[in-house]
């Protein structure tokens, strides 16, 4: 494609005489950018031709690009705290302010940390994809997919609020995002019609997962939230915060979206709830669901739902909404033990070992063998047999076991690690064992291994 003639408005079109022939932008409406951002056509990393600013906030500009390597629109994101930072003019360098060095740092650590988890969650057609994460400028970008539709609060604006009948199919999505995110031990805390995408009339993809945290890890997390759809915990940095912080959140928007009006914010109902009930604002909603948001946007955690699947069960009883199609691996396994699989025809006990190949990262080309009986663990920790350095990004102190039984089957157990381990291509579930088969691969941030 000649960039030359690209509109950088809508980056499908091209530029005759002076204008779009897909947008009919000017070239010169199509130049606009903020001051703060990096002008259009600037190359970044030598594959993302930047087109307009889509998005302007407090911590980051988002632009829409043209992949010049893959041939594709995508998104790219640039941490940028507009408080605490400013951009040199000649060579577009990102300088904190005097005395903002170290709140830059952590805040590039965190920046990197969202797309390492977005990252983790590409297999996921509920997640958007991120596809790379580079440093320039002195600061951080990621690019990832772009999504063709609106999100949930420009539809309201446009065309009002909805009726369950098409509410219900968004939230189905929702739900199951929600569903793998905390499988993770990580909660999303930024739920609202702003960050729920609609990409079709039935399909939905949660975004923005800077706020993203494990709330497993002992540390108190900090008070980022959103007013109104924020539940009273998250306003405390010892606040117990948990998957019923997103079920408030995800109520609280059905809420927002049924009725067209909003629920006063949840410190002001702790003091005294003023919030009236759906069921009365909403008078032809089936009467399970008004009580499933009810319940979901209850002011004191422990009265909501704990989980999302018990929230999925009120919404949608009898519905098996998390039972994915997915096949992970091939083989059975079982929880607390390791799997006895049997004697495949002509092997005898103790006769054949199992291979792997480092096939791309830290270990690339190295080979490993497991012998009968015996196990291999990976991750950071000096007692891990395949240790990591300390500062790999992504990968858990324990991050996943193989075992080799007596009969040469090899098995893998992810050990609760933070951002996943995948069989070929597809998440595994912490804590179980999955059968291998030669030709399987097994990922994990970055890292791939071949089983031979």
Known sequence: MDLQYLCTNCLTGTVRNGTCTYCH?????ASKQPANALPVRYMLGSQYYLGKVIGNGGFGITYLAWDCIEQRRVIVKELYPRQDVQRDPASKMVVPLKGQEDYFRKLKHRFKEEAQILYSFRHEPSVMNVYRLM????TVYYSMEYLSGFDLKTYMEQQGKLGWPQLSGYIRKILYTLHI????????????????FLTS????????????RNYNSGQGLTTILKQVYAPVEQYFTNGDQGPWTDIYALSVTMYHALSGSRPPRATDRAVRDGAIQIG???????EHV???????MEVRAENRFQSVEEMAEALFPGEKLFVSEKQYVTGRHRE???????????????????TIRCTAGVFSGRRIGISPGD?????????????????????????????????????????????GTLVSGYRIEPGKWYKLERGNTIGFAGENYYVE
């Open 181 to 196: 995110l905390h499988g993770q031990n990580l909660i999303h805390r930024d739920i609202s019609p702003d960050n729920i």
């Open 375 to 419: 196990s291999v663990s990976f991750g950071r920790d000096r007692q891990c047999s395949v240790n990591y350095p300390v500062d790999s990004p992504g990968i858990s102190r324990r991050q996943f076991c193989l075992w080799c039984d007596q009969y040469g089957n090899l098995f893998i157990q992810d050990e609760n690690s933070t951002y």
């Open 135 to 138: 440093e320039d400028n002195n």
């Open 201 to 212: 009339v039935t399909d939905a993809k949660l975004i923005d997962f800077g706020s993203v």
């Open 280 to 286: 009365r604002l909403c008078p032809e909603l089936p």
């Open 336 to 354: 607390e033990e390791k799997p006895d699989e049997g004697a495949p025809a002509g092997n005898e006990p103790g006769t054949h070992s199992c």
């Open 290 to 296: 008004a009580r499933a948001i009810t319940r979901g």
């Open 25 to 29: 932008k000017s070239v010169n409406e």
